[in-house]
């Protein structure tokens, strides 16, 4: 089954405490995107990948590291987690002739 | 900032009865998309409308783009209650391919629809 994958669903952790959201797809997709989505902010792209080892800054990169070492995964690093980056977050991904992305089921985090 | 804005921000109708959400942007677009999102789960994607097409139906779907008014409709027919969810539209620039894919999402549209 195509999909996107992300780990962990929930989290809660506390200021400071570096954290890593896990993403995967398994269907040889050369972009992915991470996104972040607030009330009443619609959904904000944080960093995308064109490909392995391209990477480059969404509209809110502020406070998050990417990387794309392998073509199917594009972990999400917090180095110093605050509570303003508490919010539920999604990973996407698609193909290089396609415009439909394919989201992950999303990661629920918590910063105290 | 969002590029698309939804309207109405919340909608609640009865079964079997139409949906009919607008979306609004601001800046020139390749395509316009839709996605639907159920409550706290991923988007998925519903229908994909290009800058050079005027209607499009998918299955109980039918997108309008105006791109003189930088606007765009969602119709849902004869609703069903498993059509409750959070409605988005999503723009992307003309430029898409230097940007990733980039989409820019408005705010939504809640649409609850009451068996």
Known sequence: ?112 | SQQGEEDPQALSIQEGENATMNCSYKTSINNLQWYRQNSGRGLVHLILIRSNEREKHSGRLRVTLDTSKKSSSLLITASRAADTASYFCATDPPVIKAAGNKLTFGGGTRVLVKP
């Not at chain 1, 398994?26 to 607030?38: C, G």
């Not at chain 1, 990477?55 to 180095?79: A, C, H, M």
Request: some cysteine.
């Open chain 1, 1 to 112: 089954e195509a999909q996107v994958t992300q780990n962990p669903r929930y989290l809660i952790t506390v200021t400071g405490k570096k954290l890593t959201v896990t993403c995967s797809q398994n269907m040889n997709h050369e972009y992915m995107s991470w996104y972040r989505q607030d009330p009443g902010l619609g959904l904000r792209q944080i960093y995308y990948s064109m490909n392995v080892e391209v990477t480059d800054k969404g509209d809110v990169p502020e406070g998050y590291k990417v990387s794309r070492k392998e073509k199917r995964n594009f972990p999400l690093i917090l180095e110093s987690p605050s509570p303003n980056q508490t919010s539920l977050y999604f990973c996407a991904s698609s193909g290089k002739d396609s415009y439909e992305q394919y989201f992950g089921p999303g990661t629920r985090l918590t910063v105290t």
